[in-house]
């Protein structure tokens, strides 16, 4: 039921989003000014090293599912739903551990919708006191619209362009997952030498090489491992800084 199928994709990605900004917006309230660049590449350094740690064990049920007497399909299936169910486990421990920052008046889910979209008009209104800011909204528009789409069409890529199989694909995803673990620190550590601001410009000159290379160059497996490498070592650090330099 392909319908379905994309009406689910469409809805994960919504709230995917919505979840990010209410995630980014948390960084303020646990880390100080100098410490933001640490803890924001920490979070991300987590989560590609957790969402590395599930990925392999999807790996290893889709390649050997036979093993185990289901056929690749229901393994497909039982990865996804792995996602989800993994997802909701970790997400407890904000839940339950972190302190909310103390809010003026409660409100119900219809003002409380009402009251988000009210502040992110005064929010775009704002903007024209804060040149930085918008300069850098925009800016974080473009590059981030480029990582993001690096990182949806990377594997169909993969699989067109250079005829790769499903299992190769997984398994240079896994690797960028554990790559970027310690690219995020590779980047804070970077940043605390030539500051957040250079350290992105620097990941975003890598990352249009990378662009560059792969459109004009790319026609081999190994060179599709190598481009992984270095992407990885970018990914982690640039969602990082971005998010850290906004919040300062």
């Given amino acids: 039921n392909y319908l379905l199928g994309g009406i689910a994709v469409i809805f994960a990605n ?3 989003g919505a979840s990010f900004v209410v995630y980014n917006s948390m960084l303020n309230d646990v880390a100080e000014e100098n410490d933001r660049d640490r803890v924001s ?3 991300f350094a987590m989560g ?3 969402g590395g740690l599930l990925l392999a064990i999807n790996l290893a049920l889709v390649s050997f599912h036979e093993a185990y007497n289901i056929d690749l399909a229901m393994a497909v299936r039982i990865s996804l739903f792995s996602a989800g169910f ?20 409660k409100l119900g889910l219809k003002k409380a919708v009402k009251s ?3 502040q992110l008009s005064k929010t775009i209104k704002d903007t024209k006191k804060y040149p930085h800011t918008l300069h850098f909204l ?3 528009l473009i590059f981030n619209d480029g990582v993001q789409a690096v990182i ?4 169909q890529f993969g699989q067109e362009a250079l005829k790769l199989d499903i299992s190769t694909l997984t398994t240079v995803i896994l690797m960028v997952q554990f790559v970027a673990f310690f690219g995020a620190y590779l980047f804070n550590f970077i940043a605390e030498k030539i500051n957040s601001k250079n350290a992105l410009i620097l990941s975003l000159v890598i990352w249009s090489g990378v662009t560059i290379y792969a459109y004009s160059f790319l026609d081999s497996l190994i060179g599709f491992y190598a481009m992984a490498f270095v992407v990885g070592l970018v990914l982690g650090g640039t ?10």
């Fill in 152 to 155: 949806v069409v990377s594997a």
């Fill in 41 to 43: 590449s920490n979070g």
């Fill in 116 to 118: 988000s979209f009210s």
């Fill in 86 to 105: 993994w997802w909701l486990i970790f997400s407890f421990i904000p839940f339950l551990i972190l302190k909310n920052p103390e809010i003026v008046g």
């Fill in 14 to 16: 919504v709230f995917y």
């Fill in 239 to 248: 969602q990082a800084l971005s998010r850290s330099l906004f919040s300062l």
């Fill in 138 to 140: 925009i800016a974080y």
């Fill in 48 to 50: 590609y090293i957790g």
